[in-house]
Each structure stands twice: as C-alpha cells, then as structure tokens.
C-alpha cells in the first residue's frame, strides 16, 4: 500500500446521498483506477484515468463519476448512492501503458443504508 | 459466461503441501497474466506475472500458462501459514492502457500450521 492512499477507509451513508472517495498516489505514477470488490464477482473496473482530465469507463461505471485535477488525486463519486453501491472500493495506479502491473491502495468499504 | 473462472475455494492444506490454484478463460486475446495476492482487509499485490505461455518461477511459486488450453495455474511449494490469503488472477490483452486487467473471482487458501 506504499504511496497509495485512500480516504474515508470506512463510511456508512444513507441512499439518495451523494459520496466521494479519495485517492492519493504520492508514485508520480501516470494511471489510476477504480475498482469494485464484490464477493462472486471479483475486481472490476469502474473507471480509470490515464493522465490529468483524461479518464474513461469501465466495465461497472453506470451510477459513478470520477474526476482527476491533480497527478496524485483521482476522485470518485457516487451522485446519489444506492444499496447496489455497498462495496469494497480499490484505488490502483500503474506506471506505464502495459498495465498488468498495478499497485493497490488499501481498500475503502462503502456501506450504503 | 464470465470471461475469467477461478475455483473460489476455501482451500484448506496442512502447512508444507503443495498449493494448485488454477483459473480458465475463454478471450483467446489474452497474452498478460498475472496471479495477485490479497490479505484480509487489504489490498491486492501483484505476486507474478508471464507473458504468454510457458512457466515461470520465483522462489516457491510458479506460475504456469497454457494458451492451448486457455488455462493457467499458480503453484506454491512448501505451503506456510502466512501464504493464507485470496489469490486472484488477472490477465489482459496487448498493450496499452484500454486493454483492461480482467480479474477472477479469487481463491481462498488457508493453510493450516
């Protein structure tokens, strides 16, 4: 989890709010990614960026924005929260293009009421 | 069908044993793959990857890949109590940062002292 940060690591929210979760690379790296972690499903993308306001869909990005202002900073947002939302929320970012080689943050779990 | 299928265990050995985690898949694109390593409440770390088929060996692991069979497999010698944890496997398409990790649904192995 070295140079990956994320913020809140726990937060329990109410459907129909809106919810933003942090990350924070201090690598330089140029990638980042969101990932969901559901049991039966495993990690999927929700969106990535490949530099400062360049991002892009994923396989799970119906219901969530991402935007990224800074190199170190992608954010996520869930516009109005919904049950289905309840995960396990993973920033990743990686270095070069081949991305098979990517370092996890520490994980926030998102519980929505 | 799920691009990616991966046995979720449990798993339980005695400490010592040989672990075979395994996974199939069915993109015949897929040239990256990689096996992750995840400890409870943390994140995913990359534990190895190959390019293509063949083996490949890193200490007690080996990672095995056969496109003919669309299947791969981690190996672990000598099992210890702290290889405990989920394993994923991931692959991915050629370069380029749009061919996407897609990930299996992650195998838990305990390994008993």
């Known amino acids: ?97 081949i991305s098979y080689e990517q370092y996890f943050g520490p994980g926030t779990r998102l519980t929505v009421t | 069908q799920k691009e990616v299928e991966q046995d979720p265990g449990p798993l339980s050995v005695p400490e010592g044993a040989i672990v075979s985690l395994n996974c199939t898949y069915s993109n015949s694109a897929f040239q990256y793959f990689m096996w992750y390593r995840q400890y409870s409440r943390k994140g995913p770390e990359l534990l190895m990857y190959t390019y293509s088929s063949g083996n490949k060996e890193d200490g007690r692991f080996t990672a095995q890949v056969d496109k003919s069979s669309k299947y791969i497999s981690l190996f672990i010698r000598d099992s210890q109590p702290s290889d405990s944890a989920t394993y994923l496997c991931a692959m991915k398409g050629g370069g380029g940062a749009t061919n996407k990790l897609i990930f299996g649904t992650g195998t838990l192995l305990a390994v008993q002292p």
């Open chain 1, 1 to 97: 989890d070295a140079g990956i940060t994320q913020s809140p690591r726990h937060k329990v929210t109410e459907t129909g709010t809106p919810v933003t979760l942090r990350c924070h690379q201090t690598e330089n790296h140029r990638y980042m990614y969101w990932y969901r972690q559901d049991p039966g499903h495993g990690l999927r993308l929700i969106h990535y960026s490949y530099g400062v306001k360049d991002t892009d869909k994923g396989e799970v990005s119906d219901g969530y924005s991402v935007s990224r202002s800074k190199t170190e900073d992608f954010l996520l947002t869930l516009e109005s929260a919904t049950s289905s939302q309840t995960s396990v929320y993973f920033c990743a970012i990686s270095q070069r293009d």
